[in-house]
């Protein structure tokens, strides 16, 4: 019989976390130990180093997350909390988790690439500047970044998590860096808890269906979303099979504009709320967004579409019949 596995997940009331903590705890070759802002503040070292240490967990799980966007991007206290927060915690945990030898994942984003568009793939064969070699003809290739492409981030949060990674890589040794996109699952647990976007779309749609008018949606920032429940099982699964350690994505599949999501939204809500395709620039934001940042997996086996997904969630939370 397999010995019984500690595993401590850090931000354990967040819209991953709580995830994470569900899918461990059904299996009862793993004991979960949950923590969150009450438990333990990431950003102190000292308190991180004792308190794990004791513990002893085989596998810690950092679902912590400072995501304020805008806020950080303006406000230079607050960007010193993301660079705490999403930056120098992570590279303590990493630490921590090698000296005890335990097997640490950190979370990170699509929000650290943006600043170019990804390489377009060539066919086989081509050399690159023909144009007329044939060879094009019926060459669909995925475009997006894979888990090698070479990040740069467009705001100050992007900034904050690409120093998480680094932090991990250079701090950690068993680790694994999984970048995610759109969260979106049941509402964290958390106070402070932000709506995810299609629980406010669904809002804002019921609201403005017909006779009422119509919602506004940037047909921009065109990348995955990723469902709370897949990425935290799809998490189990990786450690469970032993995965090589270092950086994998996964999101769902389909990649899509805020506008698209919607129109996928309301046919499956069942409205008829009319939705206005528009530029980024209809709704002003102090952090710039990337204008495509696809998350290419290449190391594991896709997940399902987030459509799929989406109909389980508003089914599961009662949204839809
Ligand atoms: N949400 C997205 O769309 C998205 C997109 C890409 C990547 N990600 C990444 O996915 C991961 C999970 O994000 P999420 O959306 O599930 O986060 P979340 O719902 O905001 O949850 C984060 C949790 O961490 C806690 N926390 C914050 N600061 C802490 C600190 N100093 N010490 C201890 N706990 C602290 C929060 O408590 P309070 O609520 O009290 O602050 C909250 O319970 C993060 O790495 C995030 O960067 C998320």
Redesign the pocket.
Known sequence: MKTMQKVLV??S?????QELVQIFSEDKNFKVISW??DE????NKKELQEKITELKPKLILN?????AVDKCEEDEKEFELAKK??GL?PGYLAEIAKKIGAIFVH?????VFGKEMPKIPEPKGCTGSCGSCGLHENFEPEIGFDEEASPAPVNKYGES?LLGEQEVQKNGEKYYIVR????FGKP?Q????KKSFFDVMLEVGKKNNPPAGGVKAVDEETSCFTY?PDLAQKTKEIIEAEKEFGIYHIVNSDACTWFEAVEELYAQAGLDTKIEPVSGDEFPRPAKRPYFSVLLNTKLNPLRSYKEALQEYLKSEKLIK
């Not at 333990?40 to 950003?43: A, K």
């Not at 979370?107 to 929000?111: A, I, L, Q």
């Open positions: 850090i931000g009331k967040g819209m991953l976390g969150d802002r333990v503040d990431i950003t679902a912590v997350a400072y995501n927060v999403n915690a979370y990170s984003t699509d929000y998590k995610l996109s759109k969260l964290a958390s106070k402070d808890a709370a």
